[in-house]
């Protein structure tokens, strides 16, 4: 059943409401009808109180996991809670100044990131998440080598220093001197050149006849060339730390909790559903089935863009955790992160 808007409740029935989600983030237990008769300024009775958590249970925004009489919030009721109710409370002086610090002094954007993340993580009590820049590689020296008939090894090194190597299908056809050609023309012309700079070039020389390859040669060099780009868009690169923080002594449900870090092992899936938060100007919040990744271990992530000095969106940063998660606090807390992932982007 869909949950109603929020303001189709009235006002005892949000007030309970309320008062069941922010009791239940915090304690992990369900919370009963007793419990609340027992706050001050509802002046309510248990039987009042349980007719309205009936109500509020028949709308989907509460359910009861036993058959005693304490209620927990749905995902549909904590998504209502988290879009019409919660009172965001924005990070302590000490929280910004450990995130800042951590940013500041990490050297390398990449440690930078890693350390924000490491922070986030520890501040939150959950795993922290950040899908670094894409950056294409400068290419330095390429060559190929053959394997069989059908297929080569690609070897790239980078400006940087960095060595990769990729399979690359060829044609029976091919000759190693097709092989050395390609590699010594991707070397010669288009060394100092990104990858997509570098296929851009290729295009327009064999364009402008300035090319000094056949069209072996040619096709080549472009599917060496491309192999690279269409690896670093497939798999972007996801640093998560912190996965121990989601398994303690106090986990109210064990084998949820397993089975979230085994999802968090399948880097290459959490890196697409975090990615796809770069689509928001402002934090995002994903709980439970909402997505299907976490569907099984019913958990949240809550996920904000970061820009560089042009204002485009390069990377996403978050957390991951239970469903029971600390929303108030957390939300704001992985806004300010990816705010001051902008800043040291300038």
């Avoid at 996920?303 to 560089?308: E, L, Q, S, T, V």
Wanted: proline share 4%.
């Amino acid at each position: 059943m869909n949950s109603q808007p929020i303001s189709e409740l009235n006002d005892r029935t949000r007030t309970i409401f309320r008062i069941v989600v922010e009791s239940y983030l915090e304690s992990g237990a369900p919370v009963g009808s007793r419990t609340l008769s027992k706050i001050g300024g509802l002046n309510l009775s248990p039987a009042s109180i349980r007719n309205v958590m009936q109500d509020l249970e028949e709308a989907g925004l509460l359910a009861a996991p036993h058959t005693s009489a304490g209620r927990m919030p749905t995902e549909q009721g904590l998504r209502l809670f988290v879009d019409g109710m919660m009172q965001a409370a924005e990070p302590t002086a000490d929280e910004r100044r450990a995130i800042e610090s951590r940013i500041e002094t990490s050297g390398p954007i990449e440690s930078a990131l890693a350390a924000a993340t490491a922070a986030l993580s520890g501040l939150s009590a959950c795993a922290g998440v950040v899908m670094v820049p894409k950056r294409e590689t400068v290419l330095r020296q390429f060559s190929f080598a053959r394997l069989s008939g059908t297929q080569a090894l690609a070897i790239m090194v980078g400006a940087d220093g960095s060595v990769e190597n990729r399979l690359v299908e060829i044609t029976p056809s091919v000759s190693d001197g097709a092989l050395v050609e390609a590699g010594n023309y991707i070397s010669a012309r288009l060394s100092g050149l990104t990858l997509s700079e570098a296929l851009a070039r290729l295009d327009a020389e064999i364009r402008g006849q300035k090319a000094a390859l056949d069209q072996a040669s040619a096709e080549l060099v472009r599917k060496g060339l491309a192999v690279w780009s269409l690896d670093a868009n497939d798999r972007p690169v996801l640093i998560v730390r912190g996965q121990s923080n989601l398994l303690d002594e106090t986990a109210a449900d064990l084998d949820r909790v397993r089975q979230l870090l085994d999802e968090l092992e399948n880097k290459e899936e959490i890196a697409r559903l975090i990615d796809s938060a770069r689509e928001a100007q402002a934090t995002r919040i994903f709980i439970g089935s909402e997505n299907n990744l976490f569907s099984l271990s019913g958990s949240s992530v809550i996920a904000a863009p970061y820009r560089d000095q042009g204002g485009k969106i390069v990377g996403v940063v978050g957390v991951i955790g239970p469903t029971r998660l600390n929303y108030a606090r957390i939300v704001p807390m992985v806004d300010f992160t990816a705010q001051a992932l902008s800043r040291l982007m300038k």
